[in-house]
């Protein structure tokens, strides 16, 4: 069973940064995939950025492509995810997630990840 706690949200002005940060109990975190999702109110979850097991590759969404940037630490079980240059639209609940499998490329589909984290709220006002 893995649990994960996310943390570091908050409400801030357009153009700020936050860092958010996903701690991971368990003893595959290493070893599994990652993303960061998110879901603004009335909207569908939609994928915003993923990492592979080792950190070597990355993916992010067009809408913050160049803005936030998602990293690991195997050795703290934690995953970031630095979101610069804030904007009304990135308001939201940001989820991270942890692969079905050991050893996978990152994902942008939501079906491929089996455990959530119960969210952390951003607030990015204009």
């Known amino acids: 069973q893995v649990q994960l706690v996310e943390s570091g949200g908050g409400l801030v002005q357009a153009g700020s940064s936050l860092t958010l940060s996903c701690a991971a109990s368990?003893?595959?975190?290493?070893?599994?995939?990652m993303g960061w999702f998110r879901q603004a109110p009335g909207q569908e979850r939609e994928f915003v950025a993923a990492?592979?097991?080792?950190?070597?590759?990355?993916i992010d969404a067009d809408s913050v492509k160049g803005r936030f940037t998602i990293s690991r630490d195997n050795a703290k079980n934690t995953m970031y995810l630095q979101m610069n240059s804030l904007k009304p639209d990135d308001t939201g609940v940001y989820y991270c997630a942890s692969a079905f499998t050991l050893y996978g490329f990152p994902s942008r589909d939501s079906k491929n990840y089996a455990y959530w984290g119960q969210g952390t709220q951003v607030t990015v006002s204009s």
């Open positions: 990492i592979s097991w080792d950190g070597r590759n990355t």
């Open positions: 368990g003893p595959t975190f290493s070893s599994k995939a």
